[in-house]
């Protein structure tokens, strides 16, 4: 068995067969499926609450994308509160920097930010962080308004070993996607045989970043166990043994039921 830490079920990619796609990751031993919302309006957090809500091992993440970040509103955080007062959510997210490709301001980025963190605190759950060529800052606001008790996961990691330690050292969880798979992500690759045991994390962020074999098609929650190889090889590890270590971090830090 194993847990998608993070994916996006509620994309427009898998508006016509999300029911196969979460059986096929059934079939393939994916437990169960960490499903993150954010991505455009909030349509798409309450739909990703709909699709946890019908099935068992499905669980759900609502939040405001830093591309989004001009449309975090205090009534946008409003809404995101309503929404998790289902028991079937169980972090805020994906919130965070992404300086690369800059579709929201930067201080509309660093607002959004502060008020996921803010609401993590107020609800007790965990954070998923999204980063990218923002490490220092993200750092910066991390240290000055806190990790949530409940701590938090930087997810699909695309930094290096230095900034993975400044992620540790604020009690951050580590989580790695396909992109590993990738011939070209070095720094990443040597990024992932650092973290802790305690910290990692595998994930697909499907629809997107499929993994070797299937890079350029539309990623799935059932192609995890292919990131899962690649990290357990990285790792100089048995694939078994890092399945149960991740199944007992996500359990730990999303407070899932035991897998089965």
Do not use: W
Not at 208 to 219: D, F, H, S, V
């Amino acid at each position: 068995m194993i847990v998608d830490t993070h994916c996006h079920l509620a994309d427009r990619k898998f508006r016509d067969d999300v029911e196969a796609v979460i059986a096929r990751a059934t079939d393939a031993g994916v437990a169960q499926i960490i499903s993150v919302g954010a991505i455009g309006p909030i349509d798409c957090d309450r739909l990703t609450v709909e699709i946890a809500e019908r099935h068992e091992n499905v669980y759900a993440v609502v939040g405001v994308h830093p591309h989004d970040a001009r449309d975090c509103t205090p009534e946008r955080i409003a809404q995101l509160r309503d929404l998790a007062s289902s028991k079937k959510v169980v972090a805020i997210g994906e919130s965070g920097l992404d300086f690369h490709y800059m579709h929201s301001p930067v201080a509309a980025q660093e607002s959004s930010l502060r008020a996921h963190l803010a609401l993590a605190v107020e609800l007790d759950l965990p954070i998923v962080i999204h980063c990218r060529e923002a490490e220092r800052r993200l750092v910066e606001i991390v240290r000055e308004s806190g990790l949530p008790p409940r701590g938090g996961v930087i997810h699909c990691f695309t930094g290096d070993s230095n900034a993975a330690r400044e992620f540790l050292a604020l009690g951050f969880h580590i989580s790695f996607s396909g992109i590993i798979t990738f011939k070209n992500s070095a720094p990443i690759r040597e990024a992932a045989t650092i973290v802790p045991d305690d910290r990692v994390m595998v994930e697909t962020d499907s629809p997107y970043l499929a993994p070797e074999p299937y890079r350029g098609q539309r990623n799935e929650p059932a192609y995890v166990t292919r990131t899962l190889e690649m990290l357990a090889s990285l790792r100089r590890t048995d694939s078994t043994a890092l399945r149960a270590k991740i199944i007992a971090n996500a359990a730990r830090v999303f407070n899932l039921p035991p897998a089965s």
